[in-house]
Nanobody, 127 residues
Framework: QVQLVESGGGLVQPGESLRLSCTASGRTFSNYAMAWFRQAPGKEREFVAAISHGGVWIIYADPVKGRFTISRDNAKNTVYLQLNSLKAEDTAVYYC????????????????????WGQGTQVTVSS
């Protein structure tokens, strides 16, 4: 069972930036697409961004396009999410996730079944 550990969250003011990291255990990180989701209080968990196993394919949810950037370093077993121009509505717990199958690309239709999730990192945007 893979372990995913997120870090980098915090309290920032509107317009500021954060960089989230998610490091995975194991030796097969580079075989899997990875994604970030977020969950705000009282709302369902929603897709934010995904990146293919080799980093060639990337997709973003409309609310974050042009502001957030997903990337990965397979040598470090780590996926990143750069959050720029943060808004109050970006406040949420951010989770990274790995699907159950290797070598698959799902776009934004990320499979929840058999996916592995991290514990989440809190991002709060407030003045």
């Amino acid at each position: 069972q893979v372990q995913l550990v997120e870090s980098g969250g915090g309290l920032v003011q509107p317009g500021e930036s954060l960089r989230l990291s998610c490091t995975a255990s194991g030796r097969t990180f580079s075989n899997y697409a990875m994604a970030w989701f977020r969950q705000a209080p009282g709302k369902e968990r929603e897709f934010v961004a995904a990146i293919s196993h080799g980093g060639v394919w990337i997709i973003y949810a409309d609310p974050v396009k042009g502001r957030f950037t997903i990337s990965r370093d397979n040598a470090k077993n780590t996926v990143y999410l750069q959050l720029n121009s943060l808004k109050a509505e970006d406040t949420a717990v951010y989770y990274c996730t790995r699907p159950g199958k290797e070598w698959q690309w799902y776009g934004s239709a990320w499979p929840r079944e058999n996916a592995s999730w991290g514990q989440g990192t809190q991002v709060t945007v407030s003045s």
